[in-house]
Nanobody
Framework: QVALVESGGGLVQAGGSLRLSCAAS????????MGWFRQAPGKEREFVAG????????SYADSVKGRFIISRENTKNTVYLQMNSLKVEDTAVYYC????WGLGRETDPFDYWGQGTQVTVSS
């Protein structure tokens, strides 16, 4: 099992940047593909970005391609989401997720979730 804790959320103006971090417990972080999801008020949770176990492959939702970057440091048990050129519509609670032996794709059945961190983008 793995426990996930997100950090780095906050309030930012449109056009600004934030970097989210997700720290994982345990010694087997490199066995897990990781993903970032978000849920805005009144909307369903949606996939944002994913990364495979080694960090060599990433995937993104069309809405964030070219603006967000997912990365990981297996030596630090941490996955990051660098968010640039933020838009008001990026406002949501962002969740980190893990899937053991996964690929880091939207279709992965992620089975471990963090508590989420709020990101608010003002106009």
């Amino acid at each position: 099992q793995v426990a996930l804790v997100e950090s780095g959320g906050g309030l930012v103006q449109a056009g600004g940047s934030l970097r989210l971090s997700c720290a994982a417990s345990g010694r087997t972080f490199s066995r897990y593909a990781m993903g970032w999801f978000r849920q805005a008020p009144g909307k369903e949770r949606e996939f944002v970005a994913g990364i495979n176990r080694s960090g060599s492959s990433t995937s993104y939702a069309d809405s964030v391609k070219g603006r967000f970057i997912i990365s990981r440091e297996n030596t630090k048990n941490t996955v990051y989401l660098q968010m640039n050129s933020l838009k008001v519509e990026d406002t949501a609670v962002y969740y980190c997720a893990a899937r053991i032996w996964g690929l880091g794709r939207e279709t992965d059945p992620f089975d471990y979730w963090g508590q989420g961190t709020q990101v608010t983008v003002s106009s």
